[in-house]
């Protein structure tokens, strides 16, 4: 079993943190950013199951080990994401995102397109139809701990393990209430639309079947955008990196280990 280790790098508004597998590994590293009022560590279970390559997941600005400040839209994250890269001397990498970290991960693709080798987007759309200002007044009524309780049963498929569940709820509610209705109001109003059509590397996009935030028909329209196949998933829901990391870790290294070939070949 890998050890996962903490780190921290500079970033464009404060520290950056996150988390990697310890040990010297050979071949190109995958890099894994979390949904909005997640952390690193939604992504433990995956990266342990990554260990043939070297594997980090960063906590954006606002969330986790990171410093809160400046935007929080997609092009901000995508900044705290090449922060780590130029921290940890990692010149390209896999790309691999849930939910509006599928955002980020696609806009650092398209400003940047020669350091990233592939995107794997889980659960992400091109746009959300949901209305800030009701969930931010829905977060102050309620108070983060019940708020984010109410969105996890939602985020998952029925039947999820509920210590997952708990779990998701305590790393929302890390932050101070004034950052996280920063967060929700910049995810809610983002449109990535415009940028999608630059990225040049190959693209996965994962959706499942019972995702209630971002549902297969918006998966779709990703996928269309990036000119890819959408691959729908039976028996998931919005996080379903959280819910089914075998699974996840295998699509993701099939997909990393295919667009390598790709780039070997010309």
Known sequence: MEVVEQFCVAGPV??????????????????????????????????????????????????????????????????????????????HAHLV????????????????????????????ALRVDLDADAAVRELH?????????????VSFAPGTDPRVLADTVAWATR???SVTEQIIRAAFAADISAIVGRVVAPALVLTGAQDRTCPPAAGAALAAALGTECRVLDGHGHLLHLED???????VDDHARRSETRMEGG
Not at 54 to 71: C, F
Request: net charge positive; aromatic share 6%.
């Open 141 to 153: 009524t309620l108070g983060p701990a019940a708020f984010f309780t109410k969105f996890a049963k």
């Open 14 to 91: 404060g520290r950056v943190g996150g988390l990697r597998c310890a040990g010297e590994h050979p071949g190109i590293p995958a890099v894994f950013v979390h949904p909005i009022n997640g952390a690193a560590e939604h992504w433990s279970a995956v990266m342990r199951r990554l260990s043939g390559r070297p594997v980090i997941s960063v906590d954006l600005r606002g969330h986790g080990r990171s410093q809160p400040g400046g935007g929080y839209g997609a092009a901000d994250y995508a900044a705290d994401v090449e922060a780590v890269m130029n921290g940890l001397g990692i010149p």
């Open 245 to 251: 990391p075998e699974l996840v870790a295998r699509l």
């Open 175 to 177: 932050a101070d209430i």
């Open 97 to 124: 995102g849930a939910s509006f970290g599928a955002s980020a991960a696609l806009m650092l693709a398209a400003l940047r397109p020669q350091r990233v080798v592939s995107v794997t987007a889980i659960g992400g």
